[in-house]
């Protein structure tokens, strides 16, 4: 009896010691609840806000700061499928400070690039670039940016279409990031992936499927297509390179990039399914090939240099305006005509970059010449971009256009 009485005492003692464990749990729980409740409305309107001021932003006006504790978004030796044209610290680039730059626009910060997210966004989807080097570079940098997210099993590289597409896959999210050679978006003697470096080009103004039906059902598609125009006039050809009836006449730039541009909007046009398809075009990356136009000597190039431009607005003139000029009225008639095309406009921001090119520092081709190796200026590239580097920057760009259709939108 003693016993039980005592369990009784002992239950009921511990049902009202329960009781008020309990309301203590709950009222913690409440406070803990609103707590968390605040911060969670706080983020969210932290969230909203930085996409409001997003929205309003002009993302291509800003200026470089430097930033080596975020940058580089990624290492150069980690890159699976780093490029030997770009990885200018292997092929022995000591000063490394182009890859620690962050890009600020004046009115807002670009979001942080997240390579899981976007990976998230890409699930079931093809991402494709096609253009020239300057859009392969951009396309590797992708690559980098996210593989280091992508188990190595859970990833692959591929090559098809004679090596003009490049497809690498995240399998985990059946997505894929490819790039295909097109380097004037239109057919051309230029467009083996390997041999393309003729004495004369040769362009078909007016024919551009044997390259659409590789990309037009991709989901999102990034264009550019500028550094094989550069030259007074061009050899157009209307009928096939083996026809021997057809008709070649040249045509002087900027007539022919139009030409070309149009065939591409009317194809997209045509072609483009609304509802599934989101369009870029990268506009001209400048290159560094005067010194003189940014105050440094005649006949010298981006050899050495190891600092930005800092004059605000600086324009070189490998950067043709009337070209730019052609690209922004295409656009425009085509969104007239109902398809969004969204210009990433990287030309003013990578201006600045005199530094971030390989110069002398990436595989060459071709064995170099006595002559050369005395005068190493005569053989830098200031037209590709060191990765880590600018192009990075490019494709945050277009992660914040990917990320947050509203600003397309
Ligand atoms: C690109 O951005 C620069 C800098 O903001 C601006 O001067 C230029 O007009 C822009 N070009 C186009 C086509 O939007
Ligand atoms: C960043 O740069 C500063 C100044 O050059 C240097 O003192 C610092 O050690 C660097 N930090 C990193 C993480 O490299
Ligand atoms: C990156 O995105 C993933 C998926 O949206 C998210 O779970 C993760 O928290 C994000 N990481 C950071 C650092 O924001
Ligand atoms: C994988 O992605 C492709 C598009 O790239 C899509 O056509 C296919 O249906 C996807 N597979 C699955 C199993 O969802
Ligand atoms: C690849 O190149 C060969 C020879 O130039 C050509 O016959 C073939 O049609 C090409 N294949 C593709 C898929 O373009
Ligand atoms: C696109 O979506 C609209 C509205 O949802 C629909 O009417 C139209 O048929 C779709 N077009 C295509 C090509 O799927
Ligand atoms: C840029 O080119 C124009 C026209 O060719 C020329 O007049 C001008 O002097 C050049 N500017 C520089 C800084 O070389």
Redesign the pocket.
């Given at each position: 009896m003693a016993k039980a009485h005592q369990i009784v005492v002992g239950s009921n003692w511990g049902i009202r010691n329960i009781f008020q464990s309990l309301l203590a749990i709950l009222a913690t729980a409440l406070v803990v609840t609103a707590i968390y409740l605040t911060q969670e409305g706080e983020q969210w309107s932290h969230e909203r806000n930085k996409l409001h001021a997003l929205s309003k932003c002009n993302l291509f006006s800003g200026n470089w700061v430097f930033d080596n504790e975020s940058y580089p978004l990624y290492k150069e030796q980690h890159c699976t499928f780093m490029s030997d044209q770009l990885a200018c610290q292997k092929f022995g680039r000591k000063d490394l400070s182009y890859q620690n730059w962050r890009w600020k626009p004046h009115q807002c910060d670009l979001p942080r690039f997240n390579a899981t997210a976007l990976l998230e966004r890409l699930r079931?989807?093809?991402m494709a670039f096609v253009g020239d080097s300057l859009n392969r570079g951009q396309w590797v940098s992708m690559v980098c940016l996210v593989e280091s997210s992508v188990p190595p099993t859970l990833k692959s590289m591929r090559t098809i279409a004679n090596g003009s597409l490049n497809i690498f896959k995240a399998e985990e999210y059946?997505?894929?990031i490819e790039f295909y050679w097109a380097p004037l978006l239109v057919e051309s003697n230029s467009d083996d992936p390997v041999n393309h470096r003729v004495a004369e080009r040769t362009v078909r103004v007016h024919a551009i499927e044997k390259h659409a039906k590789y990309w037009t059902d991709a989901?999102i598609l990034v264009f550019n297509t500028f550094l094989w125009w550069r030259r007074r006039a061009m050899n157009v050809l209307w009928g096939s390179f083996e026809d021997p009836n057809g008709v070649m006449k040249r045509v002087e730039m900027v007539r022919v990039y139009e030409m070309a541009l149009r065939t591409w909007s009317d194809w997209l046009e045509v072609h483009i399914n609304r509802n599934k398809t989101n369009l870029f075009f990268v506009s001209m990356s400048p290159t560094h090939q005067k010194a003189h136009e940014w105050g440094g000597a005649r006949g010298e190039n981006c050899y050495k240099e190891s600092d930005q431009i800092r004059e605000e607005g600086y324009w070189g003139n490998g950067s043709n305006p009337s070209m730019m000029r052609v690209v922004e009225n295409v656009i425009e008639d085509l969104n007239g005509r109902g398809l969004k095309v969204q210009l990433l406009n990287i030309t003013q921001l990578s201006e600045y970059r005199k530094e971030g090119h390989p110069s002398i520092y990436r595989k060459q081709w071709d064995p170099l010449t006595q002559q050369q190796l005395s005068n190493p200026k005569t053989y830098a590239d200031c037209i590709h971009w060191c990765l880590p580097g600018v192009p990075d920057v490019w494709n945050e760009l277009l992660y914040a256009y990917i990320l947050h259709p509203s600003l397309t939108f």
């Open positions: 079931n989807k093809r059946n997505a894929t989901d």
